[in-house]
């Protein structure tokens, strides 16, 4: 499978998947995109149904990364996709399924279920993924005799924690994350900070999540520095990553019905549009998906487009701050790619509408034609707030006797706005609520419940440098770690 970027598909350039796997953005300021989707057969889905989650991993990836060898790939997904890994699960005997589907019950004729993505070492989906990178950059520096990879990032949660989790110990690599000094949640940071392992460097900064995110690009923007320290990201534009995510999707169709003529609709709580655009992708590959249900909170970018064509660009000052955290964006940095399909692959108008973006604030594919595309892709939206959490919160937990967190719950009230009889609705649960217990206890006067591996979390020793807002000093600490 060879990869294109979205700004520039048709000058022919060609990417493999190990070319790619380290990058971020690709040279023209676009996403990479495989230049077709794998078609999955009839026979295919017959026999995907019965694998384990690392079989199917293996059988989905190795359409997409056919450079690596195939028995490097299956060592590669039976490493990742591991019980003992995904183990933080409400019911332990289902750790072993990795992504276990939980049914809450029957509402508007049809299943409601959720589709446990967060029982992984930092209880949010973004393990899924993070995992595999973590394991996949390991082998790409070891099999393409690079000597080593810096990674740099900002993070105000979950992110952050996710990409530490899966890097530490991986030879060849450090992580060096950047956070807000004493402004993310005591959980978080002791998720973080607990962390002995010595490639991994906690960098607190004394300003806020912006001007860490700040740091990173006047850091990357420092090519000199980017070349000589191999500077690399692993922010959620990384194609590796949607890669990885596509393979859920499959799973959790298996898991709600019986044969493959039955059609499910997923909703995705969403952000940067990572998680959901994965949804799509199977969906091109010819997965039975009714509707891709696309979830936001306050900040409903996404949920204006998808109602409206209009794509408009919020400044840092219209970010709200919501108690769904991980979906507080200003802009959704994976829906290039979506775009890119809506257009028919059309890489100059993308390159003409996303400098419109960056230039003017957005744009408009509001005629009727485009947005009879966008549905025809199955997309449909809504947005939740706070109080529709909080009620959400309540509902689901007096109806089924199950906490659910907040990012998870804006799912699921954007999910019963579109529930159609005889169509399983899946709604992704992209964390645990012990995350966010101030919003729990908001809402049921209780703590949300604790997987015993994080029983002493908040007391173990923490390992972080406080460092001011400063990219030279930042720099500074990088040279000595590095050449220490
Ligand atoms: C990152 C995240 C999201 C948003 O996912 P995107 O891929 O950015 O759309 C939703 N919920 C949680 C808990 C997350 O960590």
Redesign the pocket.
């Known amino acids: 499978m060879n990869y294109i970027s979205t700004r520039s598909a048709e000058l022919g350039k060609r990417y493999a998947f190990l070319d790619i796997l380290l990058g971020g953005l690709a040279k023209d300021g676009g996403l990479y995109m495989p230049v077709r989707y794998p078609h999955v057969s009839n026979a295919e889905l017959l026999h995907w149904r019965t694998l384990s989650y690392a079989d199917l991993a293996f059988e989905i990836l190795k359409k997409f990364c056919d450079d690596v060898p195939a028995h490097d790939l299956l060592a590669l997904t039976h490493r990742t996709y591991r019980a003992d890994i995904y183990s933080n699960t409400r019911d332990t005997s289902l750790a072993k399924r990795i992504t276990p589907l939980k049914t809450l019950g029957i509402e508007s004729g049809t299943s409601l279920s959720l589709l446990e993505l967060?029982n992984g070492p930092t209880l949010?989906?973004?393990d899924i993924a993070m995992q595999l990178l973590g394991n996949l950059f390991e082998y790409a520096l070891a099999t393409c005799h690079a000597q080593q990879l810096n990674i740099l990032g900002a993070t105000s949660?979950?992110?952050g924690s996710?990409a530490e989790y899966a890097m530490r110990s991986k030879r060849g690599v450090r992580v060096f994350m950047l956070s807000p000094y004493r402004k993310m949640s005591a959980f978080q940071t002791a998720q973080m900070f607990c962390l002995q392992d010595p490639n991994i460097f906690n960098i607190a900064v004394e300003g806020v999540f912006d001007d860490c995110q700040d740091i990173v690009k006047a850091v990357s923007n420092d090519h000199a520095f980017r070349e000589q320290y191999q500077i690399g990201t692993v922010n959620?534009i990384n194609w590796a990553r949607i890669n990885a995510?596509i393979v859920y999707y499959f799973r959790g169709y298996f898991d709600a019905t019986h044969h493959n003529d039955q059609r499910v609709s997923f909703t995705?709580?969403?952000?940067?549009?990572?998680?959901?655009?994965?949804g799509h992708i199977a969906r091109m590959m010819g997965l039975p998906i009714e509707k891709l249900v696309v979830a936001t909170n306050e900040n409903d970018v996404?949920n204006e487009f998808f109602r409206t064509g209009k794509y408009r660009l919020r400044s840092a000052a219209e970010i709200h701050h919501t108690t769904?955290p991980?979906?507080d964006?200003s802009k959704?940095?994976?829906f290039e790619r979506f775009v890119f399909d809506l257009l028919d692959r059309d890489s100059s108008r993308v390159l003409q509408l996303f400098c419109a973006a960056e230039t003017k604030g957005g744009f408009d594919l509001s005629t009727l034609d485009d947005l009879t595309r966008v549905r025809e892709f199955g997309f449909v939206s809504s947005r939740s707030t706070h109080t529709d959490r909080i009620a959400t919160i309540r509902d689901i937990y007096r109806r089924y006797q199950i906490i659910i967190?907040?990012?998870?719950a804006?799912g699921v009230k954007v999910a019963r706005e579109y529930l159609e009889p005889g169509v399983p609705m899946i709604v992704?649960e992209?964390?645990q609520p012990i995350?966010f217990s101030d919003t729990i206890r908001e809402a049921l006067d209780q703590d949300p419940p604790r997987p015993p591996a994080f029983d002493k979390l908040e007391i173990l020793p923490q390992r972080f440098t406080v460092l001011p807002a400063d990219a030279n000093r930042i720099k500074d600490f990088m040279r000595t770690q590095i050449n220490s």
């Open positions: 967060s949010a989906f973004k949660g979950d992110t996710s959620s995510q995705v709580p969403s952000g940067n549009f990572g998680n959901v655009c994965a996404l769904s991980s979906m964006i959704a940095s994976n967190d907040t990012h998870t804006d992704l992209t964390a995350k």
